[in-house]
């Protein structure tokens, strides 16, 4: 049996979308369906405003350029993120400044964000690793303790909540993703959150999105025609993307309660080998409440956790490692990052395991991963 890391959960409202943004005739940015995605959004979730971008990349830029960071501005996240998030830094000539994460569950160490703070920081981006929050009223805090903006890497965090708090509507801005390998998709797609209620700042998001033009007025026939204002770029999704985004979220609870099935088994299947101080699970504590993104353990060693990787692949269960921390990647050492600089980092990226989780998942699959668990590390 071959099982895949992730699989689309499709319900049959993803293809009668698509076929009616068709019949609609505009399958362009700012459609039908991205109104009605976007809406969706702000009132499930409680945003101030909600703007559709082609990515979750895309709006972590968007968010980056709208707090004016400037040369020689620094940015506090974490190591343990996909490139984008430092990207979005550095398109804005301004610099990343990793820190550390907790080893029980993988998120940045508020503490290590206050050592690492100086008078040329500007703005944290705490990233909600698997669907699970950050501690975000201790990093809200230094925040503004220190008059610092805060952009929420919520990308593979909708659905999930904080305190009861949807992650993404928590600090200044928020960031989703939408991409094939999340929990709700549409192949490509992200969002931006907007969560201040200073009108000039939407205002210049929204300008921003439509390549610097006041494009949205024109849309909303607040003017005959529109003019570049402002510099942009061309953020808007494509309305066919948003047909199949409107299907999904409209299930996301459904989608939600099954990959959280898959999880609890899981979790009772690993939980003798903790005991045996052989791995550690991952932890979400009681004021999170998560989207179950991910399942992952941490081995003790980088060499058992190969040898287990190698033994789930070489029966079809396809078991993976994640991020390689970027301060330690040839773009990190060019900044002058050194592998020892995070060890706690280094450690959790040579020894994690992730288990295939999604939605869809039949019993027979579940049950065939839960029998080489038992063969594998049972073993050990």
Same mark, same amino acid.
């Given at each position: 049996?071959?099982?895949?890391?992730?699989?689309?959960?499709?319900?049959?409202?993803?293809?009668?979308?698509?076929?009616?943004?068709?019949?609609?005739?505009?399958?362009?940015?700012?459609?039908?369906?991205?109104?009605?995605?976007?809406?969706?959004?702000?009132?499930?979730?409680?945003?101030?405003?909600?703007?559709?971008?082609?990515?979750?990349?895309?709006?972590?830029?968007?968010?980056?350029?709208?707090?004016?960071?400037?040369?020689?501005?620094?940015?506090?996240?974490?190591?343990?993120?996909? +490139?984008?998030?430092?990207?979005?830094?550095?398109?804005?000539?301004?610099?990343?400044?990793?820190?550390?994460?907790?080893?029980? @569950?993988?998120?940045?160490?508020?503490?290590?964000?206050?050592?690492?703070?100086?008078?040329?920081?500007?703005?944290?981006?705490?990233?909600?690793?698997?669907?699970?929050?950050?501690?975000?009223?201790?990093?809200?805090?230094?925040?503004?303790?220190?008059?610092?903006?805060?952009?929420?890497?919520?990308?593979?965090?909708?659905?999930?909540?904080?305190?009861?708090?949807?992650?993404?509507?928590? +600090?200044?801005?928020?960031?989703?993703?939408?991409?094939?390998?999340?929990?709700?998709?549409?192949?490509?797609?992200?969002?931006?959150?907007?969560?201040?209620?200073?009108?000039?700042?939407?205002?210049?998001?929204?300008?921003?999105?439509?390549?610097?033009?006041?494009?949205?007025?024109?849309?909303?026939?607040?003017?005959?025609?529109?003019?570049?204002?402002?510099?942009?770029?061309?953020?808007?999704?494509?309305?066919?993307?948003?047909?199949?985004?409107? +299907?999904?979220?409209?299930?996301?609870?459904?989608?939600?309660?099954?990959?959280?099935?898959?999880?609890?088994?899981?979790?009772?299947?690993?939980?003798?080998?903790?005991?045996?101080?052989?791995?550690?699970?991952?932890?979400?504590?009681?004021?999170?409440?998560?989207?179950?993104?991910?399942?992952?353990?941490?081995?003790?060693?980088?060499?058992?956790?190969?040898?287990?990787?190698?033994?789930?692949?070489?029966?079809?269960?396809?078991?993976?490692?994640?991020?390689?921390?970027?301060?330690?990647?040839?773009?990190?050492?060019?900044?002058?990052?050194?592998?020892?600089?995070?060890?706690?980092?280094?450690?959790?990226?040579?020894?994690?395991?992730?288990?295939?989780?999604?939605?869809?998942?039949?019993? @027979?699959?579940?049950?065939?991963?839960?029998?080489?668990?038992?063969?594998?590390?049972?073993?050990?």
């Amino acid at each position: 049996m071959n099982i895949p890391s992730n699989k689309p959960y499709w319900t049959e409202k993803e293809k009668r979308n698509i076929l009616d943004a068709l019949e609609r005739g505009k399958i362009s940015g700012d459609g039908y369906y991205t109104e009605r995605v976007a809406a969706l959004l702000e009132d499930n979730f409680g945003a101030r405003k909600v703007l559709m971008t082609t990515s979750g990349t895309h709006a972590l830029e968007m968010a980056a350029m709208l707090i004016g960071l400037e040369p020689e501005d620094e940015v506090i996240m974490p190591s343990f993120t996909f +490139a984008s998030t430092a990207n979005a830094v550095l398109l804005n000539g301004a610099k990343p400044v990793f820190v550390e994460v907790k080893q029980e @569950s993988l998120n940045v160490d508020s503490i290590d964000i206050e050592r690492k703070i100086t008078e040329k920081t500007k703005a944290i981006i705490p990233v909600h690793y698997a669907g699970v929050a950050c501690d975000m009223d201790r990093i809200m805090a230094i925040a503004l303790n220190h008059n610092l903006k805060v952009i929420e890497d919520a990308a593979q965090g909708v659905n999930a909540k904080y305190r009861g708090k949807y992650l993404g509507t928590i +600090a200044d801005f928020g960031c989703y993703s939408f991409h094939g390998t999340k929990n709700y998709i549409c192949g490509e797609g992200g969002a931006l959150l907007v969560n201040q209620e200073n009108t000039q700042i939407i205002e210049k998001a929204e300008v921003m999105r439509q390549k610097g033009t006041d494009r949205w007025l024109f849309s909303r026939g607040d003017v005959n025609k529109y003019n570049w204002i402002d510099t942009g770029s061309s953020y808007s999704p494509s309305d066919l993307l948003m047909a199949v985004l409107l +299907a999904q979220l409209e299930n996301m609870q459904e989608i939600t309660e099954k990959r959280k099935a898959v999880y609890k088994v899981y979790r009772n299947a690993f939980e003798p080998y903790e005991r045996r101080g052989i791995l550690k699970i991952m932890k979400i504590p009681q004021e999170c409440d998560p989207n179950y993104h991910i399942f992952w353990v941490i081995f003790n060693t980088q060499e058992i956790r190969d040898f287990v990787l190698k033994e789930f692949n070489r029966k079809g269960v396809a078991a993976s490692f994640h991020y390689l921390p970027l301060h330690s990647s040839p773009m990190g050492k060019k900044m002058g990052y050194k592998p020892c600089d995070l060890p706690v980092t280094e450690k959790a990226a040579k020894c994690l395991l992730r288990l295939p989780i999604y939605s869809g998942m039949t019993e @027979s699959e579940l049950h065939y991963v839960i029998q080489n668990v038992e063969t594998i590390i049972g073993a050990l």
